[in-house]
């Protein structure tokens, strides 16, 4: 029997142990083989070497968690060790998807980014759903640039539909550029992790990386890139027709979206909606869906979220019952 003892210096214990040492239980619970003690700011493992190892790393990204989201609940512990139900090995070898800058490593930090990032592995078209913040947006750059580093293609090119939350885009100032950059700032928010910012600057500059509306995309053809379709439940059926039909060999292709916040005029119909209808069983396409177990946000958010999708169902099947009569 072997014993490795971690010290957690600078950590909450409160928060990374969980309520009555919850998160730890939770661990120990998944190693039955292995003794996990907790005491004061140390962590006492005790049982075989492979499996160890494999506590100590689901330990690590525990601390990784609470170092850069500032909690950890035991909903994220349970995330972390479905993502490693794999063997050790394999998942030290395939978890990373990036190393980004300053040291920041990415990977996926639920079960579902995990699914996400296996379906763009075998898939050239993904479909990511979710409302904000399930981290869709940035696990589909992660892969962008992982791509984009390993040369399996040639350039990133990043597009989402000018529409309008709320807000008109005619009043804001400046050139059409600097009104949608901030319509686009989460997608320049990702890649400023996960590229130097020099390199970034000279990517863009040369369009290796392209950041555009939707509308730029028409009457040309997507080859040798990794081609990102952000907030497509904004796109009408015309406009996803004209995008899924740009794609060129060796073209990689994940399209996200959040079919709760629709911000198109009313009864303009979502092309996101109609696409997954019309596409539905077709090989080569994958479809993976987030929820608001996914969220690394205030634990307020899960609930705000559920909220609106108790609400969105409630509609639909208003709606369906609706159409149900008429056509009776």
Do not use: C
Not at 179 to 192: G, H, N, S, V, W
Not at 260 to 281: C, F, N, Y
Request: hydrophobic share 40%; net charge neutral.
């Amino acid at each position: 029997m072997v014993e490795k003892v971690i010290t957690l210096e600078n950590v909450p214990l409160a928060d990374f142990l969980g309520q009555a040492n919850e998160n730890i239980r939770q661990i120990a619970a998944a190693f039955p083989q292995s003794k996990i003690i907790s005491r004061g700011n140390e962590i006492r493992i005790q049982g075989a070497a492979p499996e160890i190892l494999r506590i100590n790393d689901i330990l690590n990204l525990l601390l990784e968690h609470i170092d850069r989201f500032g909690h950890l609940t035991p909903e994220n512990v349970k995330d972390y060790l479905d993502v490693e139900g794999i063997p050790f090995e394999e998942a030290n070898r395939d978890q990373v998807i990036v190393f980004g800058n300053k040291g920041l490593v990415i990977k996926p930090k639920s079960a579902n980014q995990r699914k996400l990032v296996e379906s763009a592995m075998k898939n050239d078209l993904v479909f990511a759903l979710g409302p904000a913040g399930t981290g869709k947006t940035y696990i589909a750059v992660a892969l962008a640039v992982r791509a984009l580093k390993n040369r399996e293609v040639k350039r990133i090119i990043i597009t989402r539909p000018a529409v309008e939350a709320g807000e008109n885009l005619g009043f804001l100032p400046g050139d059409l550029q600097e009104k949608l950059d901030p319509y686009l700032r989460p997608i320049y928010d990702a890649l400023q992790d996960m590229v130097p910012p020099e390199k970034l600057k000279y990517y863009q500059e040369t369009r290796v990386i392209e950041i555009a509306p939707l509308a730029y995309m028409r009457g040309r053809t997507l080859h040798d890139a990794f081609v990102l379709l952000d907030e497509a439940q904004n796109t009408t059926s015309e406009q996803i027709k004209m995008f899924l039909t740009r794609m060129g060999p060796n073209s990689r292709v994940i399209i996200t979206g959040d079919q709760t916040q629709v911000d198109l005029p009313i009864r303009q119909k979502s092309g996101l909606s109609e696409a997954l209808k019309i596409l539905d069983g077709v090989k080569g396409i994958g479809v993976v869906s987030l929820s608001g177990k996914d969220v690394i946000r205030h634990k307020l958010v899960k609930s705000i979220i559920e909220a609106y999708e108790n609400d969105h169902a409630a509609k639909e099947l208003e709606r369906n019952e609706a159409s149900s009569r008429k056509n009776n």
